[in-house]
T-cell receptor
Framework: DVKVTQSSRYLVKRTGEKVFLECVQDMDHENMFWYRQDPGLGLRLIYFSYDVKMKEKGDIPEGYSVSREKKERFSLILESASTNQTSMYLC???????????FGQGTRLTVV | GENVEQHPSTLSVQEGDSAVIKCTYSDSASNYFPWYKQELGKGPQLIIDIRSNVGEKKDQRIAVTLNKTAKHFSLHITETQPEDSAVYFCAASNGFSGGYNKLIFGAGTRLAVHP
């Protein structure tokens, strides 16, 4: 069974903390994505990566960075967490272009 | 950049009725249009997709239509059942062979099917 695994289901962090969200996939996929899901706004793309050490900005990259040191792992970093980053974060991966995206179960992050 | 608009935001139907969700996209280079279903507490899962060289695709009770001229695509669910209740997302991508694709999603439609 194919899997995208996010390290935490729920996370509570304080304003100003550095936060790491981890995502691992076991499908040998080239492409990995981080989305943020908010009510009424759908899934908004933060960053994506199409190869190890390669990254591209999505539509809302401000306040975030990413790291992809190994093919199977894609990390989202909140350099200094703020309350407006309270959200559901979803990681996804795809193999070749224009094929099914597999999603993790999501991390609900609350910044207090 | 690509923008995908999705309507309606909520949809309530009686069991057995049909449901239609519509999306429009802005980038004429988009060539791949998947639909995802998200159940409570889970990540989205692909239910059907269509590529730009095809006008319609069916899979049992689900069908998707694409109008490239109008930059418009729709999801049709027939004979709805309570287990169809979920949030549905459309998406568009302009991926090309040898390159990479940026999958952009609509805002979602919350479908409720009442017994």
């Amino acid at each position: 069974d194919v899997k995208v695994t996010q390290s935490s289901r729920y996370l509570v962090k304080r304003t100003g903390e550095k936060v790491f969200l981890e995502c691992v996939q076991d499908m040998d996929h080239e492409n990995m994505f981080w989305y943020r899901q908010d009510p009424g706004l759908g899934l908004r793309l933060i960053y994506f990566s199409y190869d190890v050490k390669m990254k591209e900005k999505g539509d809302i990259p401000e306040g975030y960075s990413v790291s992809r040191e190994k093919k199977e792992r894609f990390s989202l970093i909140l350099e200094s967490a703020s309350t407006n980053q309270t959200s559901m974060y979803l990681c996804a991966s795809t193999g070749t272009v224009n094929t099914e995206a597999f999603f993790g179960q999501g991390t609900r992050l609350t910044v207090v | 950049g690509e923008n995908v608009e999705q309507h309606p935001s909520t949809l309530s139907v009686q069991e057995g009725d049909s449901a239609v969700i519509k999306c429009t996209y802005s980038d004429s280079a988009s060539n791949y249009f998947p639909w995802y279903k998200q159940e409570l507490g889970k990540g989205p899962q692909l239910i059907i997709d269509i590529r730009s060289n095809v006008g319609e695709k069916k899979d049992q009770r689900i069908a998707v239509t694409l109008n490239k001229t109008a930059k418009h695509f729709s999801l049709h669910i027939t004979e709805t059942q309570p287990e169809d209740s979920a949030v549905y997302f459309c998406a568009a991508s302009n991926g090309f062979s040898g390159g990479y694709n940026k999958l952009i999603f609509g805002a979602g439609t919350r479908l409720a099917v009442h017994p």
